[in-house]
Structures are given as C-alpha cells and as structure tokens.
C-alpha cells in the first residue's frame, strides 16, 4: 500500500474549552497546518470533511496545552471509492449495453443498481472502504460464461475489472428435402445433446436469426 498523500486546502477549526470557535485555518501543500501562540488551557481540533472522502478516524481532536506544544494532532480520511467494470459478449469482446448490475453490501442487501453503457462499461461511486457484491441480471436469451457474481473488497484504490461475460443464445437451422429438392413438411426433427439425449422432437421455424427478434411456428410432430 502506498504512503499516505497529504491533502491540501482543508479547513482545521480550534475550539476554546467552551466549545467556542476562536480560529480556522486551511492545510498547507504538505497537509500541515499549525495554530500557534495559544495560553496555556483545554482546546478541540477538528476537520471539515470534504465532500467525496469519509474519515478513517476521529474527526475532534481534545488537546491540553500545559507547557509544551501539542504534536501529531492528524486526521486520516479516505476518498470515496468506484467498483468498474463491463459487460462482455464472450464472442466477439464487444460491450453489451443495456444490462443490469446490481451492487449488494457485506449482508447481501440490494445498495443500488446500474445500466450498462453502449461500450458495455457500468461504475458504482461514492462508496466507502468496505465489502461489496456485483451482480449481473442475465439476459433470457445468453447464458453466463463466467461468474454471475463478484465479491469486492474496497480499502484505498478504486477495484477495476470487474467483468461480466455472456454468450447469446444460438440457433441450428436446416431444411428436409426430398430427391427433387423440395421441402418436406411436418417431418419430426430430434434434437440430441453431446450425451445423446434427446432434448427436443419438435422442430422450431424462425423467421429472425436473432434471438431478441425471432418469431417461431412450431411445426407439428408426426405420428
């Protein structure tokens, strides 16, 4: 993990005993920032957050000044993060846009959900470090060819590459002819998977060759 970064031009505010602010300041470059020339006495030290970062500590800080100065008075916060990724077409790597992903929190409840741009790309920001779950709703017409969820884990970087992939479904097409070549109709067809079981009798004629658009008249089996 990489070294802390100072973060510069936020506002410090110091409190008397009473609670009453007496001076504000903004960090330096260096994320520094000093108040000086103070009596003896009980003060609070507090940061503004900033919008788009969340505190990873107290955010008050109850000093007594006696006789010497007060050091290492330091506020620690962590940007708002993004869970990337995109919805894949095993088949060509193309985007796929208009899917649905779901972001789920550490006890599985729905946070919030995203819509696939038309490069296939979606984003949840603004989330702070935590445990999260991504999770595509599959297309009725592909099937999943990888994992259908993904767990993540957020701590100080955003988590990229969290990828979908799906294959449309897909058609097998022919015709039954006789010896002059013409078509045969209501001839049963046995459709039989890499076991040789028999998944289907009947025949499906499509009029699309995609499966979004297809209408299907089922042809009769014979007898």
């Known amino acids: 993990m990489s ?3 100072e973060l ?3 506002t410090i505010e110091l409190r008397n005993a009473t609670g ?4 504000c300041m903004e960090t330096d470059e260096d994320g520094k920032y000093s108040f000086c020339e103070l009596l003896p006495g009980n003060y609070t030290v507090s940061e503004v957050v900033e919008p788009g970062y969340v505190s990873s500590g107290p955010t008050s800080i109850d000093i007594e000044l006696e006789c010497d100065n007060s050091e290492d008075n ?3 916060n962590i940007e708002l993060l993004c869970i990337n990724g ?3 077409d095993n088949c060509t790597g193309l985007g796929l846009a208009n899917w649905t992903i779901e972001l789920k929190d550490s006890n599985g409840t729905l946070i919030k959900t995203a819509t696939t741009g038309t490069n296939g790309t979606y984003s949840f920001c603004g989330l702070e470090p935590g445990n999260y779950t991504v999770s595509e709703v599959v297309d009725p017409n592909y099937i ?3 994992p259908t969820s993904i767990d993540v884990e957020l701590e100080c970087d955003n988590s990229e590459n969290n ?3 799906n294959t449309e479904l897909l058609c097998i097409n022919g015709t039954k002819k006789d010896a002059s070549g013409l078509g045969l109709d209501n001839w049963t067809i046995i459709l039989q998977d890499s076991n040789g079981t028999e998944i289907t009798r009947n025949c499906l004629l499509y009029t699309s060759p995609s499966p979004r658009d297809r209408t299907r ?3 009769p089996s014979s007898a």
């Not at 009453?20 to 001076?23: P, R």
């Open 20 to 23: 009453d602010l007496i001076d």
């Open 163 to 165: 990828d979908f992939k």
């Open 144 to 146: 999943a060819t990888g």
């Open 8 to 10: 510069t031009s936020w």
């Open 3 to 5: 070294r802390p970064a």
């Open 86 to 88: 995109t919805k894949l």
């Open 217 to 219: 008249t089922r042809m």
């Open 74 to 76: 330091n506020f620690d």
